[in-house]
Nanobody
Framework: VQLQASGGGLVQPGGSLRLSCATS????????IAWVRQAPGKEREGVSC????????YYAGSVKGRFTISRDNARNTVYLQMNSLKPEDTAIYYC??????????????????WGQGTLVTVSS
């Protein structure tokens, strides 16, 4: 499966960005897709995931209530809407396949295929 993240950029604290993850045709029918971020000097963090079965979602506590994951199967794309951004959200954001179809891998940091990342910088 191919994955490509886009939509990163520079945003002020409190601002919003929407990331997109383009996937191979049909991939969303079989793979749960996660957003994973890596900040300098910090552990990799799985911040969100959407299942391939019933569309159920997972959010890390650090982003819950601020980030929203969604998918458009017709466009083979998963989105991450990020609101109320904070400087600590600064990181390279990657999309990846979860190791399961229902996002059980994301909280445990277990992923399959990865795409190239997109840089999000939150700064005034």
């Amino acid at each position: 499966v191919q994955l490509q993240a886009s939509g990163g950029g520079l945003v002020q604290p409190g601002g919003s960005l929407r990331l997109s993850c383009a996937t191979s045709r049909g991939a969303l029918d079989y793979y749960a897709i996660a957003w994973v971020r890596q900040a300098p000097g910090k552990e990799r963090e799985g911040v969100s995931c959407i299942s391939s079965t019933d569309g159920s979602t997972y959010y890390a506590g650090s982003v819950k209530g601020r980030f929203t994951i969604s998918r458009d199967n017709a466009r083979n794309t998963v989105y991450l809407q990020m609101n109320s951004l904070k400087p600590e959200d600064t990181a390279i954001y990657y999309c990846a396949t979860d190791s399961t179809r229902d996002c059980r891998g994301t909280p445990n940091g277990i992923f399959g295929s990865w795409g190239q990342g997109t840089l999000v910088t939150v700064s005034s």
